[in-house]
């Protein structure tokens, strides 16, 4: 039931985009985005919601598509800042506030 | 400022010793989350309150308890540490509201010997 997410880790050049994925076997109520840095807490980015609501940084850009229960975190023009792993938590429709996170996706950013 | 704490930061200690993990949050949140997670890997959940005198346990089978007496506070306890719990354990709130948006605290790296 652990979301599946892809790749495992990126390496990008400054300026370059990544796409990270998650999806999902079980119908969702939300998916969840976070980036962790090493040794730090993870920080949210962005939430969607089923039904097309989300909130989230503005420099932050994601998809959640229902009918497959996939969802894409779209990094465009990356920066430094970007480097660490991105987490993706799901809220299944019968998990009551709970979320299962994926396995992470790092991401390397070079000058 | 609205924030989420966790004491003590780093702890080694011993095994078989007690330990307590503290937990506060100033947010006024109902929903409250422990998670361990080891250098790199995925989030667990091993315990989960919804408020006062509320709580369960997550996905992750874990030999610690909680409690929460109060909506700000949600230490986590265990009873005989063993190398086997080495690991960063996280705290987190929400509001349990339409996004249930989750705020971490630090986290406290424990190392048991």
């Known amino acids: 039931q652990q979301p599946v997410q892809s790749p495992q880790a990126v390496i990008l050049r400054e300026g370059e985009d990544a796409v990270i994925n998650c999806s999902s076997s079980?119908?969702?109520?939300?998916v969840h985005w976070y980036r962790q840095k090493h040794g730090e807490a993870p920080v949210f980015l962005m939430i969607l919601l089923k039904g097309g609501e989300q909130k989230g940084h503005e420099k932050i850009s994601a998809s959640f598509n229902e009918k497959k229960q996939q969802s894409s975190l779209y990094l465009t023009a990356s920066q430094l800042s970007y480097s660490g792993t991105y987490f993706c938590?799901?809220?299944?429709?019968?998990?009551?506030?709970?979320?299962?996170w994926g396995a992470g996706t790092k991401l390397i950013i070079k000058p | 400022e609205a924030d989420i704490y966790q004491t003590p930061r780093y702890l080694v200690i011993g095994t078989g010793k007690k330990i307590t993990l503290e937990c506060s949050q100033t947010m006024g949140h109902d929903k409250m989350y422990w998670y361990q997670q080891d250098p790199g890997m995925e989030l667990h959940l091993i315990h989960y309150s919804y408020g006062v005198n509320s709580t369960e346990k997550g996905d992750l089978s874990s030999e610690s308890t909680v409690s929460r007496i109060r909506t700000e506070h949600f230490p986590l306890t265990l009873e005989s540490a063993r190398p086997s719990h080495t690991s960063q354990y996280l705290c987190a709130s929400s509001d349990g509201t339409t996004y249930n948006e989750q705020f971490f605290g630090p986290g406290t790296r424990l190392t048991v010997l």
């Open positions: 938590g799901t809220e299944r429709m019968d998990s009551n506030y709970q979320l299962i």
């Open positions: 079980k119908a969702l109520y939300s």
